[in-house]
């Protein structure tokens, strides 16, 4: 019995001694990778560029025309995200320097021939946005305020330049490219309303209404 006893007690001793090293001989598995998840979050500064286009219509007791003001405007931006799961919520400001202007000479009053003009001198914008992020893309909604210059030229020879506030609706979509940096193309609505060329400069106060549409593409780059 005894005898035995040992037998048993040394075939548990060598199997125990056995398994580490089985084990050791096993294939180990290689860690596995996973790719990191982009964030939009953070401050961003960057440049835009593009072209506008729309509508500026005159009228008084006396005048009558509308202009249809196009061209190309650049500018810089800043702005700020916050992203939450899919969704990225921010702020966006720009400033851009403006050529989109018009001319209608075929209108009565200050827009007959030679023509009255409307030119859009500088646009700002400061918008909310909000957006779904699907990785390195991000489409988005925009929206806010607008500040604007206009340029009134009657017939007369002379001028009138006012600031005037509006607001602006639009969307687009940015595509991080590498690193920090991304691309953007988006489309904004303009409308800065109505202002008023003066008696001085028109003869009889003449307002001026002024919308527009724009596309514009941009580089940004994320701090």
């Known amino acids: 019995m005894a005898r035995i006893t040992l037998s048993v007690l040394a075939g548990l001793l060598a199997l125990a001694m056995a398994t580490p090293s089985s084990a050791a001989d096993l294939p180990r598995k290689a860690p596995v990778y996973t790719t990191p998840v982009f964030s939009w979050s953070g401050v961003y500064v960057g440049i835009n560029g593009g072209y506008g286009w729309g509508t500026s219509d005159w009228s008084s007791a006396a005048t009558a025309g509308s202009p ?55 646009l700002a914008t400061g918008r909310g946005r909000i957006g779904f992020a699907a990785d390195r893309w991000l489409p988005y909604l925009t929206g806010g305020a607008a500040l604007g210059g206009l ?48 008696a001085a400069t028109c003869g009889i106060d003449t307002d001026v209404k002024f919308k527009e549409n724009i596309v514009r593409t941009g580089l940004n780059y994320r701090f």
Not at 156 to 178: D, H, M
Request: one cysteine or more.
């Open 68 to 122: 249809k003001p196009k061209g190309g405007l650049v500018g810089g931006t800043l702005g700020y995200n916050v992203q939450t799961g899919g969704l990225v919520w921010g702020l966006e400001g720009d400033l851009d320097y403006s050529w989109i202007k018009g001319t209608d000479t075929g209108g009565t009053g200050v827009c007959a021939a030679p023509g009255c003009e409307t030119r859009n001198t500088y």
């Open 151 to 198: 340029k009134m030229s009657p017939n007369n020879g002379l001028s009138q330049t006012k600031s005037k506030f509006g607001w602006t609706l639009g969307g687009g979509v940015e595509y991080a490219v590498t690193g920090a940096w991304s691309v953007k193309a988006e489309y904004l609505y303009v409308d800065l309303g109505r202002t008023t060329c003066s």
